[in-house]
């Protein structure tokens, strides 16, 4: 996978299916002015009815919320990558400040969680960010170093093709404060120069690097200006149709 325009929609624990499907139908049919790949990161429940309903192509693909770092066996409750890839559900997301949080997901369950859904097939959006308190103490790009070090950097140069990486700070999730372009871009030249470091120039050159933190319909393009800002992983305004089509139109 080459760098690419990707607008990443996390609809999270929202929607019912029926809603899901007239949000899906709306972002599916919409006009794009570019070429631009769009994702919806949906609730498991609803992955087999919109494949069902909604013409799943280059236009619209889907992706899980969460994967479990096993194949199969005793964990009541959690959905393994081999049952997404057997859906053919293209990509999962792994590493969302939520689930780090209130599931206490540290970077080496992320790491094998990754290991996980690569050798199952599946494509991963990977999320990094750092909290306000270490924003303000400074220490933000060492903050995402050490996440990238500790849980994405075990793969080897030729996976890195099945990853896209989500930059969002955990103080503009879901707060309406987004990062200024300077803030984000700054940030995406940093982890762009740390996958030049670790993989090498190519690698570099076709990573992917969304922004996420409260992109709305009237700050994307600024953002998706940037040089290093490849797109959006977009949380509250993927669930207003109209909203998330302008965003997939900002590029
Ligand atoms: C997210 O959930 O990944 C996200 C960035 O949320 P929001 O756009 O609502 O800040």
Redesign the pocket.
């Known amino acids: 996978m080459s760098r690419k325009n990707i607008a990443a929609g996390?609809w999270?624990m929202n929607t019912t299916i029926e809603e899901g499907i007239d949000l899906a139908q709306l972002i599916a049919g919409a006009e794009r002015s570019k070429e631009v790949i769009t994702i919806l990161g949906v609730p498991f429940t609803h992955i087999y009815p919109l494949q069902k309903k909604i013409k799943v192509s280059s236009k619209v693909l889907l992706a899980a919320q969460n994967c479990h770092h096993k194949t199969s066996g005793a964990y009541t409750g959690e959905i393994s990558p081999t049952m997404l890839a057997a859906m053919k559900v293209p990509y999962v997301i792994i590493g969302?400040s939520?689930r780090r949080e209130y599931n206490h997901e540290d970077n080496a369950l992320l790491a094998a969680k990754l290991r996980a859904a690569l050798d199952a097939g599946l494509k991963v959006i990977f999320?990094c960010g750092e909290a306000l308190d270490i924003r303000k103490a400074g220490s933000h790009v060492s903050h995402v170093k050490n996440q990238l070090v500790e849980s994405l950097f075990q793969l080897d140069a030729k996976e890195m093709k099945n990853i896209v990486i989500?930059y969002?700070p955990i103080w503009?999730?879901?707060?309406g404060e987004t990062a200024s372009p300077a803030q984000a871009q700054e940030m995406h030249a940093a982890i762009r120069s740390m996958l030049q470091i670790k993989y090498g120039k190519r690698v570099a050159e076709n990573t992917s690097i969304l922004y996420?933190?409260?992109?709305k319909g009237n700050n994307a393009k600024e953002l998706f200006s940037q040089p290093d800002v490849d797109g959006g992983?977009?949380?509250?305004?993927?669930l207003n149709g109209a909203e998330f089509v302008q965003i997939i139109n900002s590029f």
Do not use: D, R, Y
């Open positions: 996390n999270k969302h939520e999320c989500a969002e503009a999730i879901g707060t996420g933190g409260s992109v992983l977009v949380g509250g305004a993927s």
